[in-house]
């Protein structure tokens, strides 16, 4: 029989937090060395669920942690441009990660914005007026890293 779902989620976040980990193979190994068998299919619904997203410092945490800047962290890392059309704001991620931003861009609860939309690498952000949505995207191409020069 299986670990139950909550004991088994704790040694993933222990792991997490511990050491680098950059596959769910990885991950399934250090829980097998522990002693809990996990399919693919759990992994990925356990990593869902904890809010974990892959970085290319491995697994991190989704949720805000006292002292940091998850949307700094997590925008610098994913977002790739931001867009100005009006009240509303285009911004473009990584490939597979515009979800990762919008829940840490959400949980920010900027009072300027009335809602987003994700789709797999762009977000619709909904300012309340065309000044807020300027006033954002200053704030957001912030931790846009420029391209590399050829």
């Known amino acids: 029989m299986g670990v139950a779902k909550p004991f088994r989620q704790e040694q993933i976040m222990k792991i997490i937090r511990n050491q680098q980990i950059f596959t769910q193979e990885e991950l399934r190994q250090e ?44 925008a610098e890392e994913f977002l790739t441009d931001v867009r100005v059309a009006q009240n509303l704001l285009v911004l473009r991620t990584r490939p597979g990660h515009a979800n990762t931003v919008a829940v840490v861009l959400d949980e920010e609860k900027f009072k300027e914005v009335i809602g987003s939309i994700a789709g797999d690498d762009t977000i619709l952000v909904i300012a309340e007026d065309n000044d807020r949505a300027l006033e954002l995207q200053r704030l957001f191409l912030e931790y846009v890293k420029p391209a590399a020069s050829p």
Do not use: C, H, M, W
């Open 31 to 74: 829980l097998k060395k522990q002693g809990f068998e996990a399919s693919q299919e759990t992994l990925s619904r356990d990593l869902r669920e904890l809010r974990l997203s892959r970085t290319v410092k491995g697994y991190i945490e989704t949720l805000p942690q006292e002292g940091g800047n998850r949307l700094a962290e997590i």
